[in-house]
C-alpha cells in the first residue's frame, strides 16, 4: 500500500504565507481523518499496525519550513508583529489538529507557539 504525506509538495510550495498554512491546515485535517479511520479499523480488529502498513504521514518539512518563514518575519512595526502572531497561531491550530490525530506530544508545541503569538500582541485570537 503507497504512502500518502500530506501536505502535497506541489500545493504547500506555492503562495503567501498566509496561503501557505491554510493548506497545511487542511492536509493536517486530512492526515486526521486518515489516522483516526484507521485506528477505528485497528480497534475493531484489535491488532497493532506495523509502519508497513501505515498508509499517511505529515509532511514535517513543510511545516518546519513556513514555521522558519514565520519565525523570520520582522517585527518593527505593530502590523508586522499582528501579522506574526496571527500566523503563529494559525501555526498552533495545525498542530492541534496534528495533535488530535493520536500526536499528544505535539501540545507543548502548540502552547509555545501560542505564548510567542500572545507575546508579540496578537492576543485576540485568529
Given at each position: ?20 498554512t ?14 483516526l ?41 505593530k ?29 507543548a ?11 508579540l ?6
Amino acid at each position: 500500500m503507497p504512502l500518502t504525506f500530506y501536505p502535497h509538495l506541489e500545493d504547500a510550495q506555492r503562495g503567501s504565507l498566509e496561503d501557505r498554512t491554510e493548506v497545511l491546515m487542511a492536509a493536517a485535517e486530512h492526515f486526521k481523518a486518515v489516522v483516526l479511520d484507521e485506528a477505528g479499523k485497528s480497534a475493531v480488529e484489535i491488532k497493532r499496525s506495523t509502519p508497513r502498513e501505515q498508509t499517511a504521514a505529515y509532511n514535517w518539512e513543510e511545516i518546519a519550513r513556513v514555521l522558519r518563514e514565520v519565525r523570520e518575519l520582522h517585527e518593527v512595526t505593530k502590523p508586522e508583529k499582528s501579522r506574526k502572531a496571527i500566523l503563529l497561531r494559525k501555526l498552533s491550530d495545525v498542530y492541534e489538529v496534528l495533535r488530535a490525530a493520536k500526536m499528544s506530544k505535539l501540545e507543548a508545541v502548540r502552547i509555545a507557539l501560542i505564548s510567542e503569538a500572545t507575546h508579540l500582541g496578537g492576543g485576540s485570537g485568529g
